[in-house]
């Protein structure tokens, strides 16, 4: 059974591109034949990210408008043969996307992958709320500063009011945290919130911690995943969540931990 | 009250056929229509204008007519047009109330009951200190709780999100986990809340003065009863993140920490 997941946060800035990104290509390099697509109409990034920006033809929108078929708007990662890209217009916007062309297009996608994730652009006007709406688990992308706390708790809300399976009694989105840009020193400085503070206000379960680190940079400008791009502490953090996502118990690692206890109280949020 | 169940030897022969009728009792919430005159046709005509401005008000409602200033109502043929008459517009009296002697009698000839006892609730919303300082009286049969039609208390189990905005419109509110900051919760009633209270509480909104808001931690931007609020800046640092409720006194929005 395929699962579409969304990568979502209300606020822009925090890393969903990137997260989607790696963990599209995480997911492919377990072996799971994986499609990751740009719901951000208008502001295309995702290809940008993947290394795929001149190879694309057909877009997500072409593909709901019956302009080109499916096939023809994918493009195969040259890296990961498992993962496929369907990217976004930039000369469309987002009132190109109706609910039921995106329905059309996911349940196609189900046919032919595991895992479906969506890019979900900022705010949580149409294109966010098309991106989440036939979700079966969401990735809230979350920074430790309290305006991005806020934005993904009231994404929490509309994930649990305002998608397909709520508004037709399933069982709820199932939300993940994924806390990124996490800074221990500046954690320790009271620069960020500390994570038992997120996770008090969100508590939803997390999935993982994602550092500050110059690799998520390097690896965007040169346009490859952040765990394809060698081993930094980001690609591992991103490693994690992944098995965390396939559904095994990872222990929860920290980079940089900077005071005992922490490990042992992040393992009691997690049971 | 509850239905027969054998307990004697005696009783044996007799139980082993179901018994043909259980008694059980049961409060009812009656609406009164209390006359202010004769019953006629400005009465009538007063009648329907009520019903065409709030059609469900009554619907399915038992009426008790209040007849102590209708003194008019004398035999059973002017009750039984009354009764007639209400019943013509989907309207079912089942009794009157305070009523003397002879239209009592007047009223049961005509098949409605002459209802002694009870009390009315107030015409006008009673003041805080009526429900809290209120001794029981022992002489007077205790009022049912409250029409269950009218007051349903609606329970959220899940976080009330930033965003979402939850509203009682029949009586209180009760949520089983955390408010977050910029949610806002709105009853009719009293609100409580068993979890962090981040966001905004307003309670009593249709001028309730005697509602109150409880919350196992007080960290709300906003609290408002019957209008009167105060907003996060305006709270005592004492009852922060402490378990608190709300109340009005003297039209003054109190906090107070719960011991």
């Given at each position: 059974?395929?699962?579409?997941?969304v990568v979502t946060?209300?606020?822009?800035?925090?890393?969903?591109?990137?997260?989607t990104?790696?963990?599209?290509?995480?997911?492919?390099?377990?072996?799971?034949?994986?499609?990751?697509?740009?719901?951000d109409?208008?502001?295309?990034?995702?290809?940008?990210?993947?290394g795929?920006?001149?190879?694309v033809?057909?877009?997500?929108?072409?593909?709901i408008?019956?302009?080109?078929?499916?096939?023809?708007?994918?493009?195969?990662?040259?890296?990961?043969?498992?993962?496929?890209?369907?990217?976004?217009?930039?000369?469309?916007?987002?009132?190109?996307?109706?609910?039921e062309?995106?329905?059309?297009?996911?349940?196609?996608?189900?046919?032919?992958?595991?895992?479906?994730?969506?890019?979900?652009?900022?705010g949580?006007?149409?294109?966010?709320?098309?991106?989440?709406?036939?979700?079966?688990?969401?990735?809230?992308?979350?920074?430790?500063?309290?305006?991005?706390?806020?934005d993904?708790?009231?994404?929490?809300?509309?994930?649990?009011?305002?998608?397909?399976?709520a508004?037709?009694?399933?069982?709820?989105?199932?939300?993940?945290?994924?806390?990124?840009?996490?800074?221990?020193?500046?954690?320790?400085?009271?620069?960020?919130?500390?994570?038992?503070?997120?996770?008090?206000?969100?508590?939803?379960?997390?999935?993982g911690?994602?550092?500050?680190?110059?690799?998520?940079?390097?690896?965007?400008?040169?346009?490859?995943?952040?765990?394809?791009?060698?081993?930094?502490?980001?690609?591992s953090?991103?490693?994690?969540a992944?098995?965390?996502?396939?559904?095994?118990?990872?222990?929860?690692?920290v980079?940089?931990?900077?005071?005992?206890?922490?490990?042992?109280?992040?393992?009691?949020?997690?049971? | 009250?509850?239905?027969?169940t054998?307990?004697d030897?005696?009783?044996?022969?007799v139980?082993?056929?179901?018994?043909?009728?259980?008694l059980?009792?049961?409060?009812?919430?009656?609406?009164?229509?209390?006359?202010?005159?004769?019953?006629?046709?400005?009465?009538?005509?007063?009648l329907?204008?009520?019903?065409?401005?709030?059609?469900?008000?009554?619907?399915?409602?038992?009426?008790?007519?209040?007849?102590?200033?209708?003194s008019?109502?004398?035999?059973?043929?002017?009750?039984?047009?009354?009764?007639?008459?209400?019943r013509?517009?989907?309207?079912?009296a089942?009794?009157?109330?305070?009523?003397?002697?002879?239209?009592?009698?007047a009223?049961?000839?005509?098949?409605?009951?002459?209802?002694?006892?009870?009390?009315?609730?107030?015409?006008?919303?009673?003041?805080?200190?009526?429900?809290?300082?209120?001794?029981?009286?022992?002489?007077?049969?205790?009022?049912?709780?409250?029409?269950?039609a009218?007051?349903?208390?609606?329970?959220?189990?899940?976080?009330?999100?930033?965003?979402?905005?939850?509203?009682?419109?029949?009586?209180?509110?009760?949520?089983?986990?955390?408010?977050?900051?910029?949610?806002?919760?709105?009853?009719?009633?009293?609100?409580?809340?068993?979890?962090?209270?981040?966001g905004?509480?307003?309670?009593?909104?249709?001028?309730?003065?005697?509602?109150?808001?409880?919350?196992?931690?007080?960290?709300?931007?906003?609290?408002?009863?019957?209008?009167?609020?105060?907003?996060?800046?305006?709270?005592?640092?004492?009852?922060?993140?402490?378990?608190?409720?709300?109340?009005?006194?003297?039209?003054?929005?109190?906090?107070?920490?719960?011991?």
């Amino acid at each position: 059974m395929s699962k579409i997941i969304v990568v979502t946060s209300g606020k822009g800035g925090v890393g969903k591109t990137t997260s989607t990104a790696a963990i599209g290509a995480g997911l492919a390099m377990r072996g799971k034949s994986t499609c990751v697509i740009d719901f951000d109409v208008g502001l295309r990034n995702l290809d940008m990210i993947m290394g795929c920006e001149r190879r694309v033809v057909f877009d997500f929108i072409n593909v709901i408008q019956g302009e080109a078929r499916l096939n023809q708007a994918l493009i195969k990662d040259r890296r990961l043969e498992n993962l496929s890209i369907l990217p976004a217009s930039q000369t469309r916007d987002k009132d190109a996307l109706t609910k039921e062309g995106v329905e059309k297009v996911l349940n196609e996608l189900r046919e032919q992958f595991d895992y479906i994730v969506c890019d979900s652009p900022a705010g949580i006007e149409r294109g966010a709320q098309l991106a989440m709406h036939f979700a079966d688990e969401a990735i809230v992308v979350t920074n430790p500063e309290v305006s991005s706390v806020r934005d993904s708790d009231r994404v929490l809300g509309l994930l649990s009011s305002k998608t397909h399976r709520a508004e037709t009694g399933q069982d709820p989105i199932k939300p993940h945290l994924l806390l990124t840009r996490y800074d221990t020193a500046r954690v320790a400085k009271g620069e960020m919130m500390p994570l038992e503070d997120v996770l008090e206000i969100l508590a939803i379960p997390l999935l993982g911690i994602v550092p500050e680190s110059p690799a998520v940079l390097r690896a965007s400008n040169v346009g490859t995943p952040v765990v394809l791009e060698g081993k930094s502490p980001a690609a591992s953090a991103y490693e994690d969540a992944v098995s965390r996502l396939m559904g095994e118990q990872i222990e929860m690692r920290v980079q940089r931990p900077e005071r005992p206890g922490l490990l042992s109280r992040l393992m009691r949020r997690e049971a | 009250m509850n239905s027969h169940t054998p307990t004697d030897s005696r009783d044996a022969a007799v139980d082993t056929a179901p018994a043909p009728f259980n008694l059980r009792s049961r409060f009812i919430t009656a609406v009164v229509v209390k006359l202010s005159g004769p019953v006629g046709e400005p009465f009538y005509s007063a009648l329907d204008l009520m019903i065409r401005q709030a059609p469900h008000f009554f619907v399915g409602a038992p009426l008790v007519i209040d007849v102590e200033l209708a003194s008019s109502l004398q035999d059973k043929a002017d009750f039984l047009r009354l009764a007639r008459e209400m019943r013509n517009r989907r309207l079912f009296a089942i009794g009157i109330q305070n009523g003397t002697e002879e239209q009592s009698v007047a009223a049961s000839h005509a098949g409605l009951l002459a209802l002694q006892g009870g009390r009315d609730t107030a015409l006008e919303a009673k003041r805080p200190k009526d429900r809290t300082a209120q001794a029981p009286d022992s002489t007077k049969v205790p009022d049912p709780p409250q029409d269950p039609a009218k007051v349903e208390t609606l329970i959220v189990t899940d976080p009330v999100r930033s965003g979402q905005r939850v509203f009682a419109g029949n009586g209180d509110l009760i949520v089983v986990n955390s408010v977050s900051a910029g949610a806002e919760l709105v009853a009719h009633g009293n609100i409580h809340v068993y979890g962090a209270m981040r966001g905004r509480a307003l309670a009593g909104v249709n001028g309730d003065t005697a509602a109150r808001i409880f919350c196992q931690s007080l960290e709300a931007e906003l609290i408002a009863i019957s209008g009167l609020y105060k907003t996060s800046d305006d709270f005592d640092p004492s009852v922060l993140k402490q378990r608190t409720q709300a109340y009005l006194q003297d039209d003054t929005l109190c906090l107070d920490i719960l011991k």
